[in-house]
């Protein structure tokens, strides 16, 4: 029993740094909105998350945040890019159907930069009812 303790001690030891080599970025979008960049042990991109909000040709807004994990599309110690759809659930009966893309590099002043676009159809009992649409947006997150 107290081979396994130490064996179970020792592993953790070993996790520990690796744990520690994971570094997350801050910052903002042209909008304001908030953006947040993660990379792993191995320097990877491991999660992003961008904050947004989309004018829709009705004069309204759609605002949500999308978050992007692994696989993305490309990921290098110094650039990333993903592109996908997914749906949401909206209130009140309402379904969004979202198309995103993404990327960044990062820079040699340890700065990540990037752009963000989104086109969102808003669905009601399976009829299009708005069309949002969110070209280009700038962004960059910082290290702490």
């Known amino acids: 029993m ?56 009705k004069g309204r807004y759609y605002v949500s945040r999308t978050l992007f994990q692994p696989p ?20 009140d009966g309402y379904r969004a159907r979202n198309t995103v893309f993404v990327r960044g590099t990062l820079g040699a002043d340890d700065r990540w930069t990037g752009t963000f676009r989104v086109r969102t159809r808003v669905r009601r009992n399976g009829h299009v009812v708005d069309s949002c649409r969110l070209k280009g947006v700038r962004w960059s997150a910082e290290a702490p």
């Open 72 to 91: 993305l599309d490309v990921s290098e110690t110094d650039v990333f890019e993903h592109s996908g759809t997914y749906r949401k659930q909206l209130p």
């Open 2 to 57: 107290r081979k396994l303790a130490l064996a179970v001690g020792f592993a953790v030891l070993l996790a520990a740094p690796a744990a520690a080599d994971a570094k997350t970025w801050r910052g903002k979008t042209k909008q304001g909105r908030a953006v947040t960049v993660r990379t792993g042990a191995d320097d990877l991109v491991n999660r992003v998350r961008v904050s947004w909000r989309a004018p829709c040709k």
